[in-house]
Nanobody
Framework: QVQLVESGGGLVQPGGSLRLSCAAS????????MGWYRQAPGQQRELVTTISNGDKTNYADSVKGRFIISRDNARNGVTLQMNNLKLEDTGVYYC?????????WGQGTQVTVSS
């Protein structure tokens, strides 16, 4: 059973940066398909970015050039570097992993962009 735990959320002003981390336990995810999703209040959960088992990355148009996903082998997970944050980036950010035919989700971490 894989467990994902996110950290690093918080309150930041527009234009600021945050770094989210996702640590996994229960199984090695060094080559698993992983990603980040987010959900704003009253909105559906949406894809932010993914990284494939070949480390190919994919980003939502709204975050291209500002966010970077990378693997964190020390934590058996991934990180999300978020730069030039905008008000519309506010939401709960969830770590996702697909491994051995199963979907796994973290509990989410709140990111609030506000002046």
């Amino acid at each position: 059973q894989v467990q994902l735990v996110e950290s690093g959320g918080g309150l930041v002003q527009p234009g600021g940066s945050l770094r989210l981390s996702c640590a996994a336990s229960g199984s090695s995810l060094s080559s698993a398909f992983m990603g980040w999703y987010r959900q704003a209040p009253g909105q559906q959960r949406e894809l932010v970015t993914t990284i494939s088992n070949g480390d190919k990355t994919n980003y939502a148009d709204s975050v291209k050039g500002r966010f970077i996903i990378s693997r964190d082998n020390a934590r058996n997970g991934v990180t999300l570097q978020m730069n030039n944050l905008k008000l519309e980036d506010t939401g709960v950010y969830y770590c996702y992993a697909y491994s051995n035919g199963h979907d796994y989700w973290g509990q989410g971490t709140q990111v609030t962009v506000s002046s």
